[in-house]
């Protein structure tokens, strides 16, 4: 029928039959009504002319025997398959799904010119040109190698290989041949899926990275504790001037490695909770006021002066308290820490930038010697220093920016360093303001003695 649409005709097939059976049951009610005829006799005869009927109407010639239908019945006739070169699919509704998977995705001829690529193979791929041989597109001796085998052999195979167009990524592909039926034409075509791998082999470097690192740290000084005490059980043993020197040495190697585990520690339960962003509405202005004033104790100690500029309330945020207070811990004692003997660390409210909309900023400046530039993009990397030495004499371990860079990212904030050498360096966080449904914390009073611990604990 036009328009695809499928009509039941036996209806009009029927008529003559359904016209006899009814003056057949009209005649048979007639004689029930006129005669004496017992009730089962009747609905045997009205059987009989039914059966009668039926088959009159099977027996005639041409006629269609089909089902008696409720409703005249529309079935929509399927779409003709099309297939073609330049990147057409086999159906509509096909073409569109795979245009819409973030897997990029490639068909290759036996001949092995690209047929088809989604959109997601354009942008994962930058030499992809409409009809090109897959391996001008990927030169990649590996997957050239797996491509070529399965459109020999039809096999399915699983690569992976690495590009440089620029920078290095890495991929993993899986290759098969599509069945060969009309839907796809009858050329025998390969499929190939590709995987952009690049993220997940940077986030296994950087673990590994991290786990050595953390050995290395850890194994220094636990080597020189074993090894004072191994000469304190010897050659040292009736030496009380060499055993108060030793004793006082391995008391400071062991106390670097409390404070590498605890910032191990503090930085892995940032990372588990770091995609939760903190809902509880509190003053960044406080929070920072807080953590200089418990700070004095310790910039009286090493001669640094700490000037608290930054107002004691407002700048409301959404916020975790605790971790905040350790942004602002870590950032002033490493401004003493690096600043020296003499130098001025001022802790001072961020006018509004349009660098920054809707944020509110606080910036912990020092007076140093500053900070390299090539250094300034990698502070925030774990067990990154830019004097080694420097760092562990000062009691560091290499994590105070690491843990900052966490805590101001999952508050959605920024952390912006500015440093000039010979002029010091300034630290600024940014975090967005509070939103009307954030509830409000209550203030809590500063208490400048608690945090000196943990400053020394936190220290980078």
Known sequence: ??????????????????????????????????????????????????????????????????????????????????????????????????????????????????????????????????????????????????????????????????????????????????????????????????????????TEQLRSDFIANASHELRTPLASVIGYIETLQNHARNDPEARERFLGIMAREAGRMQRLVDDLMSLSRIEMTEHVRPCEAVSLNQIATESATALLPVAARREVTLEILVPATGAQVPGDRDQLAQVFTNLIDNAMKYAGKGATVRVLATPPSKAHPSRHGVTVADDGPGIPREHVHRLTERFYRVSVTSSRDKGGTGLGLAIVKHIVNRHEGRLEIASTVGSGSAFTVWLPQSDPGDTAAPEAPAEAGSAVPEADRRSA
């Open 1 to 202: 029928m036009p328009g695809g649409v499928l009509l039941d005709t036996g209806v009009m097939d029927r008529k003559p039959a359904t016209w006899f059976m009814a003056l057949a049951a009209g005649a048979l009610a007639a004689a029930v009504a006129a005669l004496p005829v017992p009730p089962l006799a009747a609905f045997a005869g009205g059987a009989i002319l039914a059966l009668v009927a039926a088959i009159a109407l099977r027996a005639r010639p041409g006629a269609a025997v089909a089902p008696e239908p409720t409703a005249v019945s529309a079935v929509p006739a399927p779409p003709p398959a099309t297939t073609g070169r330049a990147g057409a699919m086999p159906t509509a509704f096909g073409r569109a799904l795979i245009e819409k998977l973030p897997t990029p995705l490639l068909v290759v001829t036996r001949t092995g010119r690209i047929l088809y690529a989604n959109p997601a193979a354009h942008a994962a791929l930058a030499r992809l040109q409409p009809d090109a041989h897959f391996a001008t597109v990927i030169r990649a001796p590996a997957f050239v190698e797996a491509m070529t085998a399965t459109l020999a052999d039809g096999g399915e195979r699983k690569v992976r290989f690495a590009t440089h167009q620029g920078r290095e990524r890495f991929f993993a592909a899986r290759i098969g041949m599509l069945p060969t039926e009309v839907a796809f034409g009858p050329e025998a075509l390969a499929i190939v899926q590709i995987e952009d791998r690049t993220d997940y082999r940077r």
